[in-house]
């Protein structure tokens, strides 16, 4: 397991923005290939895309994938990232799980 992969699995999930900020600082490397590194994380590590704003997705440890630590960094990322869907979680916590029609 890379340091990477170890990151990201001690994190439960983070934005792929936030990621590259920490892989550039890290390694002292370009946001361009930071990013690029990133794109080419394949499995266990996961990503969620099209959510987001920005094209940013959610990236993700196989291990970590429904446990309460990625739940909270998921509804974190949708109110920082992805308005639409914190809006609907908002909504239905709102309502105590049901959405009158």
């Known amino acids: ?4 992969e ?3 699995k001690r ?3 983070v934005l792929s923005g936030d990621l590259a ?6 390694d002292g ?12 994380l394949g499995s266990p590590i996961h990503k969620i895309t099209g959510l987001f704003w ?15 630590k990625y739940f909270d960094d998921l ?3 949708f109110k920082s990232d992805g308005k639409r869907c914190y809006a609907i979680i908002n909504a239905i916590k709102y309502h105590h799980g049901l959405i009158p029609v």
């Open 1 to 4: 397991m890379t340091k990477l």
């Open 6 to 8: 170890k990151y990201i």
């Open 11 to 13: 994190k439960g999930g």
């Open 21 to 26: 900020r920490y892989i550039e600082k890290k």
């Open 29 to 40: 490397i370009s946001n361009d290939a930071a990013r690029k590194r990133i794109q080419r």
């Open 54 to 68: 920005d094209k940013k997705s959610f990236v993700y440890h196989a291990d970590n994938y429904q446990n309460s």
């Open 75 to 77: 509804i974190d990322a």
